[in-house]
């Protein structure tokens, strides 16, 4: 390999050091070389556009090799006047971002990692059922795709049997009257390599575990984005109402007993028993239903 591309040894087992550290699982077979166990499906802008179907000329898509964080560098872009409908993805993030600042873990090729951003003419004050409203998308587009299982947890984690399949982090920019955008960035696991599964601190799947016939990796980005349109158009005309129902069907903690972290607040134990127009969630800890609009379920200790 070094004589093949003139580098140095050294400069070989940097490289491929490095491609351990990108969560690459690489198996080396000693005295013959080194081998991937199986070929990455690369990012395809063509077959990406082609699979969103009828509304692909509404996404400006960007397709990068490798950024910190697809939301960070799409929200400097929104400041700078980035279209409507822009989206970002990236084979490997070298610094994702998690909600509540913990961080996202994908390997190359191992999920996807986009995000896409959303203008709307209303402020931000309207926009608090937005990542429900991503979730149901994320729900519907994995479900086609023929992942069974799939529910969500409030606020919008995907789950495949209570193990977290796809996290969304949303981030808003604008006036609480309006204009405003949103980066809406999505993280889904496909196929997870142990280095990347032990850097993660909570109970996760991927698509490969759960589907005997994964789906192609650009076509479930498209469908991705083909059902995000979708429910942004709806949520745009109606807001979160026209999803509620829906959403309420894929929440995998209906009238369950949870406890509730607050930021900042204390924690709270209740009964689930809706989610309101907003998309706060209702919680009765036996006074009747109240409305939490930020938060964590944890079922550690619930009832
Ligand atoms: C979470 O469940 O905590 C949200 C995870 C969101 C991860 C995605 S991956 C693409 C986009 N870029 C980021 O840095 N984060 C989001």
């Known amino acids: 390999m070094a004589r093949l591309l003139d580098v140095s040894r050294t400069g070989i087992w940097q490289a491929l050091q490095d ?34 179907g009828t ?44 909600r509540r600042g913990r961080s996202w873990h994908t390997g190359l090729g191992g999920g996807l990692a986009f995000s896409l951003l959303w203008r709307f003419n209303q402020g931000v004050a309207s926009l608090s059922g937005l990542s429900l409203a991503a979730g149901v998308a994320v729900a519907r587009a994995l479900r086609e795709a023929g992942v069974s299982d799939v529910s969500l947890k409030w606020p ?20 609480m009257l309006g204009p405003s955008a949103a980066v809406i960035g999505i ?23 759960i589907c005997k016939a994964p789906p192609d990796r650009n076509l479930l980005q498209g469908r991705l984005l083909a059902h995000l349109i979708e429910v ?47 998309g706060s969630l209702l919680l009765d800890s036996g006074s009747g239903p109240r409305r939490i609009a930020n938060g964590e379920i944890s079922l550690r200790g619930a009832a």
């Open 19 to 52: 491609l351990d550290e990108s969560g690459l699982s690489l198996q080396r077979i000693r005295g013959r070389g080194y081998r991937l166990p199986r070929g990455i499906q690369w990012l395809n802008r063509e077959r990406i556009l082609s699979a969103i």
């Open 55 to 98: 509304n692909a000329n509404r996404i400006d898509l960007m397709l990068a090799d490798s950024v910190e964080s697809t939301n960070s560098m799409l929200l400097q872009n929104t400041a700078l006047g980035a279209p409507h409908g822009s989206c970002l993805a990236s084979e490997l993030q070298t610094r994702g971002r998690g």
């Open 156 to 175: 919008n984690d995907v789950l495949h049997r209570h193990h977290k399949l796809a996290g969304i982090l949303i981030e808003l920019q604008g006036d």
């Open 187 to 209: 993280g889904l696991n496909l196929k997870l390599s142990d280095r990347t599964r032990s850097a993660i601190d909570q109970a996760v799947t991927d698509v490969h575990s």
């Open 232 to 278: 942004l158009d709806l949520f745009s005309e109606s807001g979160f109402s026209a999803l509620r129902e829906e959403w309420r069907q894929l929440h995998a903690y209906h009238g369950k007993t949870v406890r509730l972290l607050q930021p900042n607040g204390p924690v709270v134990e209740g009964r689930i028993v809706d989610v309101s127009d907003d």
